[in-house]
């Protein structure tokens, strides 16, 4: 039986048709390079509009780069960034914020459901500056976490503003913003909230790949643009990475896609078989399933993964249908 993908991430399922008629009218005429075309201009206006700030805003092809690009700007080589320690940037991007960094380490931070436990935050700041291991100089936090749950504008607050009073920066890793966005979370805060630096994910949204880099901090821009340009992630027919954002924002299907994301995982938290082990907050579902189980969910045709806490975990997405959430709880109930 062919493997289906459906669910093994939000990233498997292609373009929304906002994204793709957005990609077609940038398409038309010729404009000029490096993310200095209208299109540019008027997706970063968007995205402005949307947060409700005045900052600057470039466009990647990858999640990755932005958050490593974005740390790199908020420590020195010889400094270290706080994260939770299942972080993507701790544990899905291959050393890359030490890459583009030129060394910058990270500290992961414990913490439930992949939210940073405040006193653990607390204890990591408290501790002394030695020259024999890197001290931090940034947060990193993420929302949609990596295990689907999002946290409030005050959770973050109070996380950052004990890094913002040492006169750290704070990076906010946006991925499945559009996911904690669906589910409540207010986006016109984040500029309050003392973020420097917000990656905002277009990627697992729906789009074909971009991600916007959000500089709140305008001082951060300096010379951006030779750092992308470094890091060859300053694409020169750059209105290809930017149009899909004025499909997502114009329509609003950014969000409600996303929302519709949500629903799905809530269908299916609905027919799972098996004890879900973290809150269904956003558009994933991670359950307590042993091996054998997963791996006859397999041969029925469905792939998902293990995760790093050793749940299984489900992703719906923005074209996941009740259909298939119907026809992977009769396959649930079957082999669990």
């Known amino acids: 039986m062919a493997a289906r ?24 005429g010729a404009a000029s390079g490096y993310g200095t075309d209208h ?11 949307a947060l409700d700030a005045d900052a600057e805003v470039r466009f990647v092809a990858s999640g990755t780069a932005a958050n490593a690009l974005s740390l790199a700007c908020l420590a020195q080589p ?32 414990p913490g439930a459901s992949g939210k940073i436990d405040p ?11 030695v020259s024999y291991r890197q001290s931090p100089a940034a947060l990193s936090l993420t929302n949609a976490t990596e295990y689907g749950t999002v946290y409030s504008a005050e959770d973050l607050a109070a996380l950052a503003a004990p890094v913002r009073a ?15 966005v669906a ?16 990656v905002m994910g277009g990627t697992k949204a729906g789009s074909t790949p971009t991600e916007a880099i959000v500089l709140f901090d305008r001082d951060l821009a300096r010379r951006f643009d030779a750092r992308l340009k470094h890091a060859g992630q300053l694409v020169s027919k750059g209105r290809f990475l930017a149009a899909p954002w004025i499909g997502m924002l114009e ?38 399933m ?40 009769e396959a649930l109930a079957q082999v669990v």
């Open 183 to 198: 589910a409540g979370f207010d986006l016109k805060g984040i500029a309050a909230l003392g973020v420097d630096i917000l």
């Open 39 to 49: 299109v540019s201009q008027r997706a970063a206006d968007l995205i402005r509009a």
């Open 251 to 288: 329509t609003g299907a950014w969000q409600a896609r996303a929302a519709h994301a949500g629903a799905m995982a809530r269908r299916l938290a609905a027919l799972m078989p098996v004890p879900i082990h973290h809150p269904v907050q956003a558009n994933g579902l991670f359950v307590e």
């Open 166 to 180: 040492r006169g750290y920066g704070v990076h906010l890793d946006g991925a499945r913003l559009a996911n904690a």
């Open 78 to 109: 010889h400094e270290a960034v706080l994260a939770h320690e299942h972080a993507h940037v701790c544990t899905d991007e291959t050393g890359a914020p030490g890459f583009f960094g030129a060394g910058v380490g990270l500290i992961g931070l």
């Open 119 to 129: 006193a653990a935050l607390a204890d990591a700041l408290a501790q002394p500056d």
């Open 290 to 329: 042993d091996e054998p189980a997963r791996l006859r969910l397999a041969e029925a045709g469905w792939f998902v993964y293990r995760f790093l806490d050793g749940t299984v975990r489900f992703m719906c997405s923005w074209a996941t249908t009740a259909e298939a959430v119907d026809e992977l709880g």
């Open 5 to 28: 993908y459906d669910f093994a991430s939000d990233n498997v399922a292609g373009a929304m048709p906002e994204v793709l008629a957005a990609l077609t009218a940038a398409n038309a």
